[in-house]
């Protein structure tokens, strides 16, 4: 069968690291199977390269950035083909563009539109182990463009995809864990999740994957393994809801530590007073997650919101610009706060998880800030440090 | 009017070099001249490529150094761009094959076939200044390709050929010298040089312009400017002869360091035996220069070639070769000579020149191993410690 693996940068930091992948592609290629590799720039390449862009300028054009940044990706392709070949395997690199991925969108925040998978087919056809530049493809006007950080697992999903292949990705992680092993050293790793649980744990924090490429994923029926040794098959694969046999409550609980909350006191409340909040943050790219908000009088009220800690510049400049048309708040940051966050595709049919979760926070007494919730997840904002006590007790509550 | 412009690697090797070319492109421009720049990989960013590349093997595959070795090029037009942008200019980058450049041959070694101007005059006619990845192209089948060592001096005269623009190529030198200046400090920078002299000049190992560069400038008429600082137009000209107003009899002597030379005695004297010894050294990859021979006796006679020290491998593997097919001969290598010759176009009509040399070599009592000769050029195989002495006799003899 076809077998798109993907590595990611710490994964081909070096040329010793590239030749051990080398060899074991090419194990894959003598066990009969068809191989296309994925793979993105080497180590901290593409933050040394956006770097040389910022020495010039605070703002670099993105289409230029664009062409930068993909040339990490080039030097890592040639070097794994260069790998192959010396050891009498017949490899062949190919670029975003050669390989066919069309994108769409703004420089840096490339989309993938299609995948022309004729000239990788034909590759196949020849025997060939296909080596393709991940993290870029080519837009209507002929350009370089890039897919935004962690594109590399898009673009491995999204060519398993268009040839009908199984997709495995190899990172840092030897798999998805039900919480992070760092918080709660009990945690299980998963040998099944589901396409949803998948993507809230991703879009919620858990940074194992891309989230956009678990949606390619679910929306084309690619299979994802993801893992870390070459050869043991012993990490998690995303899958189907139907295929994944464990139904548990809960599958896993995400811990997102790169939180800050804003409150907002003594808001005149009219409807107006709630945009100038929300357009300022989004003009200045504060990326809002949670917001709560309510009524203390009859004409003043107090609001929440939380984004990342590294929104940071762009949120004191927001605050300072609500501080103008609104001078009578009272505008604080809260950086010591963390989001954690229960994920299950058992939620769905199983009411009074949430009774359940604030149960345990009071007979412990832990208080949080805000909550939210989904159809498969419950996020709460609490304070950073009852975040191990917290991790633990819903561990141990929902058996995760 | 059109002008291309090329930086070589020493010229763009950190982003402070990389702003004061863009700052200077912009004074042209503003000048109203349509500019295209040719650019280098950042300082020895091509080395370190092909390092990593031997990281992995001796041999790497030549389809994948290309690509590899491409990247450093492509690097360095982003800054640029960025750079240009940063400044307010319009400006756009443009890889080899985005740029039209055609090329066949064998990877890593490849020639310019043809030049698509299309799209570079459609940018020019946007007011935009393009810039183009030197040292790269595509062939027919879609593959990145590169044009040897040197090669970005052959994408500048081709793009200024094509566009019927004037080239200037800036270097490490401030112009062409009739000597090199750490030889004979009275060196005199030349004002003009035709095509013919410089690629004598070029060929013989004087390392500033590629010779192909030159022959695709005589071939398409383009005036070739070489020279250093940005603004200061006091470098030197490379044009038709019938330009260069100050007909000397010699304009330049080159030296070339990196010379080899491979004495064989006692060789049966049968042509046979002289195929083996240039067979095995082609078939090892010894770049030949010069060759004499002689028959001692009747049936035995002696032999002797220079070639590169660099290929200094080869040449051993080609010597253990010959010992093999012929065990009487008594090779001896020596890399203790220096290559010096005399260039001009005046020598075509003036006659004697080679016996003016032989008498003042006589005079001062200095040996030379091999002499050759083409229509406008001696040169002459001397030991390396009688260099200096050589270079200042032969500078007085013919005012150089």
């Given amino acids: 069968m076809i077998i798109v693996h ?43 390269l956006i770097s040389l862009a910022k020495e010039i300028t605070k703002d670099p054009d993105k289409r230029e950035l664009d062409r930068l940044m993909s040339t990490g990706e080039q030097t890592t392709i040639a070097l794994l083909a260069i790998a192959l070949k010396s050891l009498g395997y017949d490899a062949i690199s190919l670029t975003g563009v050669q390989a066919g991925i069309k994108t769409s969108g703004f420089h840096t925040k490339n989309v993938i539109d299609s995948v022309d998978n004729n ?22 006007r002929g350009d370089v463009t890039t ?12 060519l398993a995809a268009a ?67 070459l050869g043991e098959k012993n990490g998690t694969i995303i899958c189907a809801e139907e295929k994944c046999m464990e139904k548990k409550l809960i599958t896993g609980i995400s811990i997102n530590e790169n939180t800050a909350m804003v409150n907002i006191e003594n808001i ?67 950086k010591d706060v963390v989001k954690i966050s229960l994920v299950g595709i058992g939620m769905i049919s199983n009411i009074g998880i949430a009774s359940r979760v604030f149960k345990i926070l009071a007979e412990n007494s832990i208080s949080f800030h805000q909550v939210s919730t989904s159809e498969i997840s419950i996020s709460l904002i609490i304070n950073g440090e009852d975040k191990e006590k917290v991790a633990v007790l819903l561990s141990k509550e929902f058996e995760i």
Same sequence: chains 1, 2.
């Fill in 6 to 48: 993907k590595y990611g940068g710490s994964s081909v930091a070096t040329t010793d690291k590239i030749i051990e992948i080398a060899k074991y592609l090419g194990e894959v290629k003598d066990q009969g199977h068809d191989v296309i590799v994925v793979v993105s720039a080497m180590g901290k390449r593409t933050d040394a």
């Fill in 119 to 140: 000239k990788i087919n034909d590759l196949l056809k020849e025997g060939k182990i296909v080596i393709v530049a991940g993290f870029q493809g080519v837009n209507s």
């Fill in 147 to 158: 897919l935004g950080r962690g594109g590399s697992d898009t673009s491995a999903v999204a």
């Fill in 163 to 229: 040839l009908d292949a199984r997709c495995e990705i190899y990172t840092d992680v030897d798999g998805i864990y039900s919480i992070d092993p760092r918080v709660y050293k009990e945690a299980k790793k998963l040998p099944l999740i589901s396409y949803d649980e998948m993507m809230e744990l991703a879009y919620l924090g858990a940074g194992v994957m891309e989230p956009r490429a678990v949606e390619l994923g679910k929306k084309y029926g690619v299979e994802i393994y993801v893992g870390k040794s």
């Fill in 268 to 334: 005149p409340t009219y409807a107006k007073n709630v945009y100038i909040v929300f357009n300022s943050a989004e003009k200045n790219g504060v990326n809002i997650d949670m917001i709560s908000q309510n009524d203390v009088t009859a004409s003043h009220g107090s609001m929440a919101f939380t984004c990342p800690k590294t929104d940071e510049t762009a949120l004191e400049r927001t605050i300072t610009e609500i501080k103008e048309a609104l001078p009578d708040i009272k505008p604080e940051i809260n």
